[in-house]
């Protein structure tokens, strides 16, 4: 800490010795949390999935015993949202992957793309470049 940020922590009494500054972890950046997101709704979904063919095997005994057809719409409902559920969990995977290739393709450059292109000289400098592009792109 400088001389002059002593000086003025004493002028407003707010200076101490004693405080130690925390240094706090860097966020997490938005590219960093579909990981986080993705793990979380994965481990989410399969929980369902496991949860739901135990009772599967539950209401399916309650609607034989039964012979409710109300017991068997139920049974017949829960095995649709259990398809769909693993439908959900395929798709997760599939954006999950979708995303890492998009990022890999922003991380590397495209051959032939240029960004911020910067020219120092004078008018005539930057015509005669251009003019020279010009005849050996007409030369080939």
């Known amino acids: 800490m400088s001389e002059f940020d002593k000086n003025l922590g004493k002028a407003l009494d707010i200076f101490n010795e ?12 938005d590219d ?4 986080d997101d ?6 989410n979904l399969r929980e369902l999935v496991d949860s739901s063919l135990g009772e599967i095997h539950s209401i399916l005994d309650i609607a034989r015993k039964s012979e409710s057809p109300r017991a068997y719409e139920v049974a017949a409902n829960l095995i649709r949202t259990l398809a769909e559920t693993n439908k959900d969990l ?14 890999n393709e922003k991380s590397t450059p495209t051959e032939g793309t ?10 005539k400098d930057l015509q005669d470049f251009i003019d020279n592009l ?3 792109k007409d030369g080939n």
Do not use: C, H, W
């Open 90 to 103: 395929m798709s997760l995977a599939k954006d999950k992957k979708a995303l890492k290739e998009n990022k």
């Open 18 to 29: 004693d405080i130690k500054q925390e240094i706090l972890p860097p966020e997490q950046k």
């Open 134 to 136: 010009k005849s050996e």
């Open 32 to 35: 960093d949390r579909y990981e």
């Open 38 to 43: 993705y793990e979380y709704a994965r481990r």
């Open 114 to 123: 240029v960004n911020n292109n910067l020219f120092v000289g004078s008018t």
